[in-house]
């Protein structure tokens, strides 16, 4: 299968096995029960108006617009209806990797061709024996590509990462950041079993922090994609870099 419409089914499938969590930055947790303030949570099947919600034409036409709504108003924003051109830079096609189980292939993502401002470096992992496209685990990484594995083969990140990242200096990935995060990803079990891995490291769409927007896709790609930075949140930026935007 040619590579660019390999990468396309790819990240469509992405899109589907992926559920997107966003990156915690409190550092302070409460694991006791007795500790949580009081609250009501609010009824689902009643409307803004104080009516009752009774049947499933209501729920349908009425009320799930109505919820689908605030968490577009207050949680991820409108999703780019527009989409942009893109170019498949094929970095390493033919890495070797866990004593010969995996194929490693790495593949930069420009966003908004031929502009190539706005990018993401995805890494792949197959089973090095498939001789026909494997399903894949797929999600973003939060500490950069390296971190899944420690495979002195994977190009070490080049976005923004906090601080708090293992092996990180100056908010720059490290070589002693590689692996750090591989009891996460269990790669070579996955392998083992006949899958494949695929992630991107979350920053190179939009560092996690308060002035990511600033650098994000959500200004570098605001006039591709016809959608102003404040019509979308970081999770919603996050998400789009694992649609069906080919």
């Known amino acids: 299968m040619h590579l660019n419409r390999y990468l396309a089914n790819l990240f469509f499938a992405l899109s589907m096995l992926c559920t997107l969590s966003a ?7 409460n694991s006791d029960e007795s500790k949580v303030p009081q609250y009501i949570l609010p009824d689902a099947l009643l409307g803004s108006d104080g ?15 109505a919820i689908y709504q605030l968490f577009e108003d207050n949680v991820y924003g409108r999703y780019p209806i527009k989409k ?27 966003f908004n061709a031929p502009e ?30 390296q971190s899944v594995a420690a495979d002195t083969g994977i190009f070490l990140a080049e976005s923004w990462v906090d601080a708090r990242v293992k092996g990180s200096l100056n908010n720059r990935v490290t070589d002693s950041s590689r692996g750090t995060g591989a009891g ?9 079993h006949g899958y494949g891995l695929v ?48």
């Open 23 to 29: 990156k915690a930055q409190n550092d302070v947790w």
């Open 51 to 65: 009516r009752k919600i009774s049947t499933k034409e209501e729920w349908i036409h009425k009320q799930r617009p």
């Open 84 to 110: 942009c051109a893109l170019i498949f830079e094929v970095r390493e096609d033919s890495g070797i990797a866990f004593g010969g189980l995996a194929r490693r292939r790495q593949v930069r993502v420009y």
């Open 116 to 145: 190539n401002k706005a990018w993401m470096d995805v890494l792949i992992y197959t089973p090095a024996n498939a001789k026909k496209p494997v399903p894949v685990f797929a999600g973003l990484n939060f500490s950069g590509n």
């Open 184 to 192: 996460q990803w269990q790669v070579s079990e996955i392998l083992k």
């Open 199 to 246: 992630t991107a490291y979350y920053g190179d769409l939009e560092p996690d922090n308060p002035d990511g927007w600033k650098t994000g896709i959500r200004t570098s790609l605001q006039k591709a994609l016809d959608i102003r930075p404040d019509e979308w949140g970081a999770i919603g930026a996050w998400a789009w870099g694992l649609g069906p935007w080919a």
